[in-house]
C-alpha cells in the first residue's frame, strides 16, 4: 500500500485506511495481515504499530540485498 504522505497524516487517515483494510481482509478470511516497507518510512511504521502490528524477520526466501532495508511486520486479524 502507498499513500501521499500529506494525505496519510492528515487528520488521522493512515490509521482509517489499515482500519478499512482489516475490516476487509477479515471478511475474505485472512487471518494475517503482512506488511512490508522501507525503513526510511518511520511514520508509516509508527501507525503500524499503533494499529497493534509487531516487527518480524524477512522470510528466509527475501532477497539478501534488500533485508537490511525494509521493514516487515505482522497482525493477526
Given at each position: 500500500?502507498?499513500?501521499?504522505?500529506?494525505?496519510?497524516?492528515f487528520?488521522?487517515?493512515?490509521?482509517?485506511?489499515?482500519?478499512?483494510?482489516f475490516e476487509?481482509?477479515h471478511?475474505?478470511?485472512?487471518?494475517?495481515?503482512l506488511p512490508?516497507?522501507?525503513?526510511?518510512?518511520?511514520?508509516?511504521?509508527?501507525?503500524?504499530?499503533?494499529?497493534g502490528?509487531?516487527e518480524?524477520?524477512?522470510?528466509?526466501?527475501?532477497?539478501?540485498?534488500?533485508?537490511?532495508?525494509?521493514?516487515f511486520m505482522?497482525?493477526?486479524?
Open positions: 500500500m502507498l499513500i501521499s504522505t500529506d494525505w496519510m497524516l487528520a488521522g487517515n493512515g490509521e482509517r485506511l489499515v482500519q478499512a483494510l476487509q481482509a471478511l475474505y478470511g485472512y487471518k494475517k495481515v512490508d516497507s522501507h525503513h526510511s518510512m518511520t511514520k508509516a511504521h509508527d501507525v503500524y504499530r499503533k494499529l502490528f509487531d518480524v524477520d524477512a522470510p528466509p526466501d527475501f532477497p539478501e540485498e534488500h533485508k537490511q532495508v525494509v521493514v505482522v497482525r493477526t486479524l
